[in-house]
């Protein structure tokens, strides 16, 4: 009986991971995009302009993290799609990726999941904090929202799915995010 439970609510994590995992590889491809490209693609996405004297969004949202996350996130969608065929692959997975438009899915989660991430800095802006500020839970599920939000004319997973992406991945992204910091990939632990 207990294994049954274990094997449920492992097979509800994967999916929820599965699910939104071109989110979560497309959040963290700025960072690797800003030490692989250093200075080219820099320009950010507010053009540096201020409203009311602060930064709209802030020098940290860049066109090279936005083309970054999409691209990566797209890759990982294809990744989805050549393995969906796999029984084990097929038992996690919310939708069938041999059906979708996997070029537009992968844009979507990559568009979206900045576009969270760029209305959270907007919002810092205005309370202001500086890039790179934490601000929990929000650095946890901005790209998250955004993803699910750019999504959701195609696809929205069932609740219990959006929740445990709201409650059970944002301690994920935690432990990420203190990894991450200890292989100085981060600058600080979140």
């Excluded at 979708?100 to 992968?106: A, F, P, S």
């Amino acid at each position: 009986m207990i294994q049954v439970y274990i094997d449920h609510i492992s097979s509800y994590a994967l999916s929820c991971i599965w699910f939104i995992l071109p989110a979560y590889v497309g959040n963290m491809a700025p960072v690797f995009a800003k030490k692989l490209f250093k200075n080219k693609f820099s320009t950010p996405i507010d053009f540096n302009r201020n409203f009311r004297n602060f930064p709209i969004a802030g020098k940290n949202k860049t066109y090279r993290g936005l083309l970054a996350a999409i691209f990566l996130s797209t890759l990982i969608v294809l990744i989805q799609k050549y393995t969906y065929p796999y029984p084990n692959i097929q038992e996690i997975s919310l939708i069938d990726y041999s059906r979708i438009n996997w070029l537009l899915w992968g844009f979507l989660m990559g568009t979206g999941g900045m576009l969270g991430d760029f209305f959270k800095s907007v919002i810092k802006r205005r309370m202001g904090k500086k890039p790179g500020e934490s601000w929990k839970p929000m650095d946890q599920i901005d790209f998250l929202g955004g993803a699910l939000f750019l999504c959701s004319p195609f696809y929205l997973p069932p609740l219990n799915i959006i929740l445990g992406i709201f409650i059970f991945l944002p301690s994920l992204k935690i432990l990420v995010d203190h990894l991450g910091y200890h292989l100085k990939i981060h600058d600080t632990k979140w």
